[in-house]
């Protein structure tokens, strides 16, 4: 089984994790094949059998590992969640059938089954829908009091705005403006707290940009979570006949540096890495801001590099050779800048 491109599957099954992790032990309304009748289960349950029975679960994680700052809605009836949870699987089966490339029998047998479910799933949504009941957003956006409480710890939106002043960062009103920033928090040698995401989701009004924000900052977090030194903890010593030197903070934080810098690029230059398959190699906008990884860092792309992205991510042929055409420009900004 392969996919044409995986950067919009990627972001469709962080929704639906994200929601079923927040809400999995709620009750909704689970459809039967008779979509007039139904009855309650979880939302860990009716999600897990969705999937399960169209041979799909390989593609979610199933695990609550990483921390939801968003907040749980507390008003939602067991109808609107049942619709909120419904589009969700809805979403990824639509995308997974744009998406996929059949390889086999069985993946042409599996197409059928989530093509099936796809429709169940749309009439179901219609008569819940048919009923009265309005669809809300899945999370509260807003930030609660307890967000906002003064503290000194990393999780404080203070610390947060801190670090944003710093950067000098006063708005976020696009996806390149969450990466943009992102690239600089990790050279300051940050990952990305409760109080760093909660001062970002201050500065920005749209909730899908939110959305993008928690969506990213996993990523992020994941990427460099093994190899991330605390800024505040750094305790490098040197041992030299028996006694221990402390490094000098200079050198502390350009060994940081280079490890961070150097981990985040194993990750921009792998096509099959989590953090490639966000971008649509097919779609310029992509295609420019997967580039700045390598404007903001002064280094060029390699040859083999360039066309192992063209080879393994890009399905447009025209699409190939405007890739090749922006690369040719970046390096060209790139080693006029170094002068």
């Known amino acids: 089984m392969r996919f044409k491109d995986q950067s919009k599957l990627v972001r469709s099954i962080y929704r639906l994790e994200e929601i079923t992790h927040k809400y999995g032990n709620y009750e909704i309304l689970e459809r039967y094949e008779d979509v007039s009748k139904s009855d309650l289960d979880t939302v860990n349950v009716v999600v897990a059998r969705q999937i399960e029975d169209m041979g799909i679960e390989h593609l979610l994680l199933w695990k609550n ?3 939801i700052w968003k907040h749980g809605r507390k008003d ?3 109808e609107q969640l049942t619709i909120i ?3 969700a699987l809805v ?3 639509q995308i997974y059938l744009e998406l996929i490339i059949p390889e086999n029998d069985k993946d042409e047998e599996r197409v059928t089954i989530v093509s099936l479910s796809v429709e169940k799933d749309l009439q179901y949504i219609k008569t819940l829908i048919d009923k009265g009941e ?3 957003d899945a999370f509260d956006y807003s930030l609660s009091q307890k967000d906002r409480e003064i503290g000194e710890s990393i999780d404080s939106i203070l610390v947060g705005e801190g670090i944003l002043n710093t950067i000098g960062i006063s708005n976020i009103k696009t996806c390149d403006d969450v990466d943009a920033f992102l690239w600089r928090l990790a050279n300051m040698g940050f990952k990305v707290s409760r109080g760093i995401r909660n001062a970002m989701v201050e500065i920005t009004s749209d909730n899908e940009i939110i959305d993008y924000i928690d969506y990213r900052s996993r990523q992020y977090n994941r ?3 093994k190899h991330l030194i605390n800024k505040d903890k750094v305790n490098i010593e ?3 006949t028996k006694k221990k030197v402390s490094v000098p903070p ?3 934080q350009k060994n940081y540096l280079i490890q961070v810098i150097s981990l985040l690029f194993t990750y921009v230059k792998d096509p099959h890495s989590r953090l490639c398959k966000t971008y649509d190699f097919n779609k310029v906008a992509d295609m420019k801001a997967y580039l700045k990884w390598f404007v903001c860092s002064g280094r060029t792309i390699s040859s083999p590099l360039a066309q192992k992205i063209v080879d393994e991510c890009i399905t447009d042929d025209n699409a190939k050779q405007q890739f090749l055409d922006l690369v040719n420009e970046t390096n060209n900004q790139i080693i006029d800048s170094s002068y």
Do not use: G, H, P
Request: net charge positive; hydrophobic share 45%; charged share 40%.
């Open 91 to 93: 979403d990824l089966k």
């Open 238 to 240: 040197i041992k030299i």
């Open 250 to 252: 200079r050198i502390k």
């Open 76 to 78: 939602l009836s067991t």
């Open 65 to 67: 590992w990483w921390r």
């Open 223 to 225: 990427a460099i979570e």
């Open 134 to 136: 309005d669809v809300k």
């Open 85 to 87: 949870i419904y589009k």
